[in-house]
């Protein structure tokens, strides 16, 4: 629902703010006060065409702005301003977006009814949304879309196997490469790290050598060597040491350095004793690494990226290499799936058939309560492309007179008559299943050519719209002005110089019934007229205060 909307400077408005409320939500005001200005405000905001035209006298830009809280919790920021150059953004959020994708993404959220408007959407849902949900057979449509996805799956692969059938020749020639390349390797992971150890003791081993044999000579070799002078210093020791504690705690101590040094002299002299001088090893650990390097800068950077792909290419090569069985195996099941998607969608269909006739009854009903029984409504289903959700297409044709062959909704010429029917369609849906469409629902001209009790009806019909959902309405009708749950009163004002439409909301319950006894009886009020007003709101309340919880 709208929970804010400010709009500057559309032709007379230089700054409207409003709150919408939940429930139903009507503008009443003066012929040409403005309150048209408001719902071409909400089209600009669903992607409607903008016009550097509608920009008010004097200013460099028009623009609006609405906050939308959805039904899962999110908040959703609408903003789109147009400037005199015909220059213009749209942003959601804070993201920029072209007119078509804000046109997309409002689509659902935000439904105008009572405009020229091309797109086939009725309460913020497409015809097949609409019908699918009066219908009410999810497990058809969710087996129609199962079967069309795992059809659609395996021609995917059967139209690539065809494909690579063409170069298949080529592409066994590639892969058997690739796998002879590989395999011959015999790649193992731990191996690069002990190559890479091996070749630095190799490039050193000179070095090595005279370094461990010199360390061996000064620890344990020469008489004057480290574990000898340790071995002096214990003899010195040792005679004192059964009598002073202190002494024989560190001849102790000084026997496990010696311990100690031997166990790394003898490290020192295996080391030595292993290491050689040897060129021609180190340059066949330095091939193999360069072969191991080569590998991974080639199929994956590192061993184990090596191996995935040498998996992959394998079974791309067994397929390709049994292309004949794979063939008619794909070939097999895309028929079976096929044949499966099309039993569904033929059960979806006749569902959706069935459903239309009962749709038509239950919309032509809400006609009739809005005094258009002359008005006949049919919902087309008929057969169209292959789609997840059925093969049918969808489209509601209105003949608004008895003789007249049927037209789709949108080429009716009076807004005020599209609009009713809209109401029709969403009341009719609404009664099958009171949690349907989630949008905003905006009604415009819905009150053109009508009064008295069908003024009364249409009132009530989209009360009990507004009972699920925010609807806004602009009307002349106190009838239908008596059933909001929140009042807004348009009028302008001379300033300056300049024409301006001001808005505000009539919370006082005499506000609004100074307001209804206007629309009632003109700028000079009747006593009855302020009667008549007030039992217009008492016989509303109780559904008002419906509508608002």
């Known amino acids: 629902m709208i929970s804010y909307l400010k709009v500057q400077n559309l032709a007379i408005v230089e700054e409207f703010a409003i709150e919408p409320g939940g429930g139903l939500n009507v503008l009443t005001g003066e012929t040409g006060a403005g309150k048209t200005l408001l719902i071409d405000s909400l089209e600009f905001l669903r992607g409607g065409r903008g016009s550097s035209e509608t920009i008010r006298s004097g200013a460099e830009k028009m623009s609006a702005e609405a906050l939308f809280h959805l039904s899962n919790g999110d908040e959703v920021i609408v903003k789109r301003d147009i400037a005199i150059s015909g220059r213009g953004r749209a942003l959601m959020n804070g993201s920029l977006l072209s007119i078509r994708e ?7 959220i935000l439904d105008i009814h009572g405009q020229s408007e091309s797109h086939h959407r009725v309460a913020g849902q497409s015809y097949r949304e609409v019908l699918d949900e009066y219908a009410a057979h999810e497990a058809l449509l969710e087996e129609t879309r199962s079967t069309y996805r795992a059809w659609r799956d395996t021609a995917a692969q059967l139209e690539e196997l065809t494909h690579a059938q063409r170069d298949r020749a080529l592409r066994l020639d590639l892969l058997r490469y690739q796998i002879e390349e590989i395999s011959a390797a015999k790649l193992d992971p731990p191996e690069e790290q002990s190559l890479r150890d091996e070749k630095s003791i190799l490039a050193h081993a000179r070095e090595l050598i005279e370094a461990t044999a010199g360390a061996f000579q000064l620890l344990e070799e020469d008489e004057a060597s480290a574990l000898a002078q340790l071995g002096r210093a214990i003899h010195l020791l040792q005679p004192l040491s059964r009598e002073i504690s202190s002494l024989g705690e560190a001849a102790s101590e000084l026997q496990e350095v010696i311990y100690r040094l031997q166990d790394v002299a003898r490290k020192l002299a295996g080391l030595s004793d292993s290491v050689r001088h040897d060129p021609a090893r180190l340059d066949e650990v330095e091939e193999r690494l360069v072969t191991i390097e080569r590998l991974k800068k080639k199929y994956g950077g590192s061993i184990d990226a090596v191996m995935e792909h040498l998996a992959t290419i394998g079974e791309e090569h067994a397929r390709l290499s049994d292309y004949e069985g794979n063939l008619g195996k794909l070939q097999a099941a895309e028929h079976r799936q096929s044949a499966a998607y099309r039993t569904a969608a033929e059960k979806l269909s006749k569902s959706r058939q069935k459903a239309a006739r009962a749709f038509e009854k239950a919309i032509q009903d809400e006609l009739n309560d809005l005094a258009m029984e002359r008005t006949t409504v049919r919902v087309a289903v008929e057969q169209g492309t292959d789609g997840a959700d059925g093969f049918d297409r969808f489209d509601i044709l209105v003949a608004p007179n008895r003789g007249e062959e049927p037209k789709p909704m949108q080429r009716i010429a009076s807004g005020g008559e599209l609009s009713r029917i809209q109401l029709a369609i969403a009341a009719a849906l609404f009664k099958a299943s009171p949690r349907s469409a989630a949008a905003t629902l905006v009604f415009d001209e819905i009150d053109a050519g009508i009064g008295g009790r069908v003024a009364e009806v249409v009132g009530r019909k989209l009360q009990e719209l507004a009972v699920r959902n925010q609807v806004i309405c602009v009307t002349h009708l106190p009838q239908i002005a ?33 307001e209804i006894a206007r629309m009632l009886g003109g700028e000079k009020i009747p006593a009855s007229a302020v009667l008549h007003a007030r039992e217009l709101l008492d016989g509303a309340r109780p559904r008002r205060a419906r509508a608002r919880s």
């Open 102 to 108: 804000l046109a997309e993404s409002m689509d659902a």
């Open 482 to 514: 008596s059933f909001a749950a929140t009042h807004f009163y348009v009028w302008k004002e001379d300033s300056g110089g300049h024409t301006r439409a001001c808005i505000r909301r009539l919370d006082a319950h005499e506000e609004r019934v100074a």
